[in-house]
Nanobody, 115 residues
Framework: QVQLVESGGGVVRPGGSLELSCAAS????????IGWYRQAPGKQRELVVM???????NYGDSVQGRFTISRDNAKFTVTLQMNDLKPDDTAVYFC?????????WGQGTQVTVSS
């Protein structure tokens, strides 16, 4: 059974930092592209950042320079370090694992940036 479990969400003040983790099981992790997506209330889900199986990173414009993604193929985990958080970063963050034709989602973790 495939599982993607996100952790690390919470409430933080503007300018603060959080680190999200995605732990995968049930897949051949190293061949999957892993992405973080987010969805704010009333908005469509959007790509935050993706790291490919080869290690290439693709950041969304709104997080470039503030967020950093990394993966540990030995531990089947992906980490998203989020710095200089802004209220607009408030959303549910979802982990996604994709290797055509397979596409899996985690349940999401809430990130709230508020003073």
């Amino acid at each position: 059974q495939v599982q993607l479990v996100e952790s690390g969400g919470g409430v933080v003040r503007p300018g603060g930092s959080l680190e999200l983790s995605c732990a995968a099981s049930g897949i051949n992790f190293r061949v999957y592209d892993i992405g973080w997506y987010r969805q704010a209330p009333g908005k469509q889900r959007e790509l935050v950042v993706m790291i490919t199986a080869a290690g290439r990173r693709n950041y969304g414009d709104s997080v470039q320079g503030r967020f950093t993604i990394s993966r540990d193929n030995a531990k089947f985990t992906v980490t998203l370090q989020m710095n200089d958080l802004k209220p607009d970063d408030t959303a549910v963050y979802f982990c996604n694992a994709r290797w055509a034709p397979f596409n899996y989602w985690g349940q999401g973790t809430q990130v709230t940036v508020s003073s």
